[in-house]
């Protein structure tokens, strides 16, 4: 079955980076987009960009271009988002996701999440 | 982009039918039919239930639909099941490549 396993909390002081990964299994991986949102304490979702993870390309939300960089390793079937410049503000939960279909960017199949915390 | 606007509760007894709308602008939900709805119990990933405005993945019950006119998109479940209650979320693909979500709808089943 499809699987998206995801690294572990984080805790992160102001200015600095994180880097999440998501592990994936049980499809082929280059055929579909990766996708991250992330969701802050008791707010919604929100989109963060995706990555073709066969070409490598990338979208980005204009909100997150310049802070974000997301990349994959195809011989271990794994994305990566990288976040800088950390504010309190991105405190969150950070999901990767697969596009499962075609068209349209439906999200089939989510990680666990990875609790990023912004602390000083 | 601005989120979608959803409401941010409905309620409903148990059997009873229930609908969440979701407008967004001609720039996204009036211009795709790529509209999808996405269940989240707390803790817990959200889950796919609709994509492409109608469509239910594999496994989805058909207590829920989908639907669309003009700039607003609904979700219906019907005969409520306590299950149910959960926080719901409207997605659309939009112009220059982006995707976007609405604010969330907290369901409860009375």
């Known amino acids: 079955q499809v699987q998206l396993v995801q690294s572990g909390a984080e805790v992160k002081k102001p200015g600095a980076s994180v880097k999440v990964s998501c592990k994936t299994s049980g499809y082929i991986f280059p055929v579909y987009y990766l996708h991250w949102v992330r969701q802050a304490p008791g707010q919604g979702l929100e989109w963060m960009g995706r990555?073709?993870?066969?070409?490598?390309?990338?979208d980005y939300a204009q909100k997150f271009q310049g802070r974000v960089t997301m990349t994959r390793d195809k011989s271990i079937s794994t994305a990566y988002m990288e976040l800088s410049g950390l504010t309190f503000d991105d405190t969150a939960v950070y999901y990767c996701?697969?596009?499962?279909?075609?068209?349209?960017?439906?999200?089939?199949?989510w990680g666990q999440g990875t609790l990023v915390t912004v602390s000083s | 982009q601005s989120a979608l606007t959803q409401p941010a509760s409905v309620s409903g007894s148990p059997g009873q039918s229930i609908t969440i709308s979701c407008t967004g602008t001609t720039d996204d939900v009036g211009r795709y039919n790529f509209v999808s709805w996405y269940q989240q119990h707390p803790g817990k990933a959200p889950k796919l239930m609709i994509y492409?405005?109608?469509k239910r993945p594999s496994g989805v019950s058909d207590r829920f639909s989908g639907s669309k006119s003009g700039n607003t998109a609904s979700l219906t479940i019907s005969g409520l099941l306590a299950e149910d209650e959960s926080d719901y979320y409207c997605?659309?693909?939009?112009?220059?490549?982006?995707?976007?979500f609405g604010g969330g709808t907290k369901l409860t089943v009375l």
């Open positions: 990555i073709n993870p066969d070409a490598g390309g990338i």
């Open positions: 492409d405005v109608t």
């Open positions: 997605s659309s693909y939009a112009i220059n490549y982006s995707l976007i």
């Open positions: 996701a697969r596009d499962g279909f075609p068209n349209g960017w439906p999200l089939d199949s």
